[in-house]
């Protein structure tokens, strides 16, 4: 066998032992890792007021759309969903995750100038650039934190931020990690956060992941399902926070952080308000 018939060979047996790993490594991370099955009330008396379309100003928004062209970007987009999925994957493709890189400001220009410097930021700049610039486009959005069952006491790894975006042609909020370009969608219907939770524990069969090829999401899903415990949002002066039946309400965050002036609420239906102008 020649020398380039041997290098070919080698190269194949190699390409296949990496894809079987990578497949076997997927499912065997997948199984374990299952989401669990939550329970929320769905009935409260509960009073929530709804939340603010936007917390900028219009001169500020104005300045956001702008300078950053964001018509552009979403050039061609026919429906807010469109909209949504071009601004996620443009500013998914702006900078790598740094998990410990945290800004000086927690503002979408801010932000946005420093990665053209060279920055590079944690899953909460994503997700502020995103609702911040979805703002700018006239459609509500909203940051998300998620934290884990045992938020309190781990020391580490207790939380992820997302976006979430409410498209007023559907009448529903729409889950968007701007850090993996995720958005979940259950037989064409786009997924909030808490929606996207259930559709993992139940493992329901037609959910897909738009935005990432389909190894990617076995890890993502595998990832993402122990973030999806508690659910935050900035409210008004407050945080509005939703947590399961039989959940008790967290003070801190990974041991040593007081969550604040919170609002906890267990109905997903107080926590999905439609926003108002």
Same mark, same amino acid.
């Given at each position: &066998?020649?020398?380039?018939?041997?290098?070919?060979?080698?190269?194949?047996?190699?390409?296949?032992? $990496?894809?079987?790993?990578?497949?076997?490594?997927?499912?065997?991370?997948?199984?374990?890792?299952?989401?669990?099955?939550?329970?929320? $009330?769905?009935?409260?008396?509960? #009073?929530?007021?709804?939340?603010?379309?936007?917390?900028?100003?219009?001169?500020?928004?104005?300045?956001?759309?702008? @300078?950053?062209? !964001?018509?552009?970007?979403?050039?061609?987009? /026919?429906?807010?969903?469109?909209?949504?999925?071009?601004?996620?994957?443009?500013?998914?493709? $702006?900078?790598?995750?740094?998990?410990?890189?945290?800004?000086?400001?927690?503002?979408?220009?801010?932000?946005?100038?420093?990665?053209?410097?060279? @920055?590079?930021?944690?899953?909460? *700049?994503?997700?502020?650039?995103?609702?911040?610039? !979805?703002?700018?486009?006239?459609?509500?959005?909203?940051?998300?934190?998620?934290?884990?069952?045992?938020?309190?006491?781990?020391?580490?790894?207790?939380?992820?931020?997302?976006? @979430?975006?409410?498209? /007023?042609? &559907?009448?529903?909020?729409?889950?968007?990690?701007?850090?993996?370009?995720?958005?979940?969608?259950? *037989?064409?219907?786009?997924?909030?956060?808490?929606?996207?939770?259930?559709? +993992? #524990?139940?493992?329901?069969?037609? +959910?897909?992941?738009?935005?990432?090829?389909? !190894?990617?999401?076995?890890?993502?899903?595998?990832?993402?399902?122990?973030?999806?415990?508690?659910? #935050?949002?900035?409210?008004?002066?407050?945080?509005? &926070?939703?947590?399961?039946?039989?959940? #008790?309400?967290?003070?801190?965050?990974?041991?040593?952080?007081?969550?604040?002036?919170?609002?906890?609420?267990?109905?997903?239906?107080?926590?999905?308000?439609?926003?108002?102008?």
């Amino acid at each position: &066998m020649s020398r380039r018939n041997v290098f070919w060979a080698k190269a194949t047996v190699l390409i296949v032992i $990496l894809a079987v790993a990578a497949v076997v490594t997927a499912y065997a991370i997948t199984m374990p890792r299952r989401a669990a099955q939550l329970d929320f $009330l769905q009935e409260t008396n509960e #009073s929530i007021t709804p939340q603010r379309s936007t917390n900028h100003s219009p001169e500020y928004l104005e300045r956001l759309r702008t @300078e950053f062209v !964001l018509d552009d970007i979403i050039a061609g987009a /026919t429906s807010d969903f469109d909209r949504v999925r071009a601004i996620s994957t443009w500013v998914h493709g $702006l900078w790598r995750h740094d998990g410990s890189n945290q800004p000086e400001y927690s503002d979408p220009i801010y932000i946005l100038e420093q990665v053209a410097g060279g @920055e590079r930021f944690r899953c909460t *700049e994503y997700a502020l650039v995103i609702a911040g610039c !979805l703002q700018a486009l006239d459609i509500p959005a909203r940051t998300v934190s998620l934290m884990t069952h045992d938020v309190e006491t781990r020391s580490s790894g207790a939380g992820h931020v997302v976006a @979430e975006a409410y498209l /007023t042609d &559907m009448g529903k909020w729409v889950f968007i990690d701007g850090q993996w370009n995720v958005i979940p969608v259950l *037989e064409g219907l786009p997924l909030n956060a808490v929606e996207f939770q259930h559709a +993992l #524990s139940t493992r329901k069969a037609g +959910l897909e992941l738009i935005g990432i090829g389909p !190894l990617q999401g076995y890890f993502y899903r595998w990832w993402i399902a122990p973030y999806l415990y508690y659910f #935050s949002v900035p409210h008004n002066s407050q945080r509005l &926070m939703l947590g399961p039946v039989g959940a #008790s309400e967290p003070q801190f965050f990974q041991q040593k952080w007081p969550l604040g002036d919170i609002v906890y609420i267990q109905t997903p239906d107080a926590f999905y308000l439609p926003p108002v102008p």
